[in-house]
């Protein structure tokens, strides 16, 4: 699940570049070197999430920061939507926050959930799995924003809570799940 969650998440910010660029120049009617604004904020969230994210694993794990990451970023996408500087930037941050979490997330589950002997095929697959969809987002998105700025945002944004919902197990099935295991003899 956490691999998903980083293919998902990383497959959208390639998607998402080109209306970054077209929110920047013109939504917001910025010059182009506000784009370094924005990586800078963004790199300042990946350097914050990097020093959270080890004992947000050790106390969460792997799934609820993979999944913490992705609606984080998801947030972060959509506060680009709005047409307010600071808010672009501000999202900027928490996307940087968000994106390393779910890739440090993904990581850590196939180090950790992995026999010794398959760890470099798994992880090789992995990666290819989680950075393998750029190649087709990037230029998807270059052409989403023929639809405008935002529309590419928040297609990421719905693509992103989507994978997350589908990935993330309800709390509700797992209490149906418990009670039923709670009323099987066989697992007492």
Request: net charge positive; glycine share 10%; proline share 7%.
């Amino acid at each position: 699940m956490p691999v998903t969650l980083a293919a998902v998440s990383i497959a959208m910010s390639g998607f998402t570049t080109a209306a970054i660029y077209a929110v920047v120049i013109t939504e917001l009617r910025l010059p182009t070197t506000f784009l370094g604004v924005l990586a800078s904020a963004q790199g300042a969230g990946s350097i914050i999430g990097g020093l959270i994210v080890g004992r947000l694993l050790a106390r969460r794990g792997p799934v609820a920061v993979g999944v913490a990451g992705t609606v984080l970023f998801a947030l972060g996408l959509l506060a680009r939507c709005l047409p307010w500087w600071p808010v672009t930037i501000a999202g900027a941050l928490v996307a940087g926050v968000g994106l390393p979490w779910t890739l440090v997330a993904a990581v850590t589950a196939v180090q950790t959930h992995t026999p010794l002997a398959l760890l470099g095929r798994v992880s090789a697959t992995a990666n290819t799995a989680m950075f393998g969809p750029l190649v087709v987002a990037i230029p998807l998105g270059a052409a989403a924003v023929h639809l405008g700025a935002r529309p590419p945002l928040v297609a990421a944004v719905v693509i992103c809570l989507t994978a997350v919902a589908v990935t993330h197990p309800r709390p509700q099935s797992l209490r149906s799940a418990r009670r039923m295991a709670d009323r099987d003899p066989a697992t007492r």
